[in-house]
């Protein structure tokens, strides 16, 4: 099938985010076609340039934090705390469709680039603030990284077991996720832009982000009025549903229907199992898992993960292995779905990253360009403003790019 142009081909970003949940939701814009233009300090930019394990590359102001969330952009170094700054950034904003920004609730206003301000230069501007907590509330002015939103949404609390509780998700989950409702959420404002030609502000929340993905375990308690149960690796909402141990690892299994126990059973040669009064109801064999987990274990040990993954998926039974993060990233299916892409960075190398992880069959989302060297496309952007060489030169040497 004929591809066309990508879905936001035309689209213009001022991307003046750092660190993840705002590079990521303007990466996700910038995959699909958006021109996503960084603006950056001009000291060191995005502090996420100084983030990663690779000494040699935080000194080059391209660490492997950035490196993760940043191909498809331009970079564009402005002190906007400056009035030749803040003039071109005005500048900016009036041909632009979009602003991002993740600073705490009023400091653009307090830069004199709030968006009161930038609404009269472009009334079609979306401007998205990404924070913490939000711009408005008792909370609004405090700072948040991802692991104080863990702790003050919940996530924390229902993670672990009775040994390990509280327990943070091992990566940032807030950030990435509010950088999600965030392009979600500018998605959104433009299909409203197209219709009624009105732009608009958007305040998204880490804590509020965070919190509906938890929306199961919270409806036991809001509607349920039972408290989240520490249980570790099993599902609340079966039996057998969690982690098993096998003879060479462990795995995955999600029995969550009445056929699916009854095949397990058959699987691990156990008929016994199926009419023993404590297993043979759903939510008998819940209150029993205690009792159930170790007689499973018993024959697992007996034989390979990845055997028992084959014979319990053969039965129509969710089962998987639980793989390292090397052995995940290289599984046949990631490869197959070119869920990583493969981008050469200047000085860097080759590199992989992800890519869009939603597959169009007409607007394909593709890496087109490297993360960018700080300030790359200063002559290019800023030229587009009608700035010559000598004006670039002069702004430079006083710091202004």
Known sequence: MTKTKRI???????????VLSGPFASLHLALLGAEVIKIENPRDGDLARKLGIVP?????????????????????TLNTKSPEGKKIFKDLARKADIVIENFRPGVMDRLG??????????PRLIYCAISGF????????????????QGLS?????????RLSPLRAGFPICDTVGGLNAAFAVMAALFHRQKTGEGQFID?????SIMPLMGWVAANLLIGGQEPQLMGNDNFTAAPSGTFRTLDGFINIAANKQE????????????ALKTDPRFQERDTRKKN???????????????????????LNAKDVPSGEILSLKQALRQPQVEHRGVLQKVDVPEVGPIEVFGLTALFDRTAAEITSPPPKLGQHNAEVLGGLGYGESQLAEFKKNGII
């Open 113 to 122: 680039l709030g968006y009161g301000v930038l609404r009269e230069i472009n």
């Open 134 to 149: 939000g711009q408005t509330g008792p909370d609004a002015d405090k700072p948040a990284y991802d692991q104080i939103i």
């Open 204 to 208: 998204i929340a880490l804590l509020d």
């Open 56 to 76: 040699d590359y935080n000194k080059r102001l391209m660490g492997t934090s950035f490196l993760a969330q940043n191909s498809n952009k331009k970079s564009v």
């Open 260 to 271: 699916q126990w009854e095949a397990v059973c058959d699987v691990l040669e156990l008929p």
């Open 8 to 18: 936001l081909e035309g689209i213009q970003v001022l991307d003046l985010t750092n």
């Open 154 to 162: 919940g996530e924390m609390a229902v993670n672990g077991d009775e």
């Open 289 to 311: 898992r205690k009792e159930l987990t170790p007689l499973l274990e018993a024959r697992l040990i007996q034989k390979s993960a990845s055997d028992w993954v084959e014979a």
